[in-house]
């Protein structure tokens, strides 16, 4: 019975490990997403200037 009460803390604690890596890897996204959007419109502000001074 201990070693089953063992592997059910350990799988709990793997289990916790996985929710947090998986919240960290949705920040991440969430992170490129928002840079991505930065560098387009970055690039789109870019050509409103030059296109202006020109």
Same mark, same amino acid.
């Given at each position: 019975? !201990? /070693?089953?009460?063992?592997a +059910? %803390? !350990?799988? @709990?604690a793997? =289990?916790?490990?996985? &929710? !947090?890596?998986e %919240? %960290?890897?949705? &920040? &991440? +996204? $969430?992170?490129? $997403?928002?840079? !991505? /959007?930065?560098?387009?419109?970055? @690039?789109?502000?870019?050509?409103?200037? %030059? &296109? =202006? /001074?020109?």
């Amino acid at each position: 019975m !201990d /070693t089953f009460l063992s592997a +059910q %803390r !350990d799988l @709990a604690a793997l =289990e916790a490990d996985v &929710a !947090d890596i998986e %919240r %960290r890897l949705v &920040a &991440a +996204q $969430s992170i490129s $997403s928002i840079n !991505d /959007t930065i560098k387009i419109k970055t @690039a789109e502000l870019v050509a409103a200037v %030059r &296109a =202006e /001074t020109h």
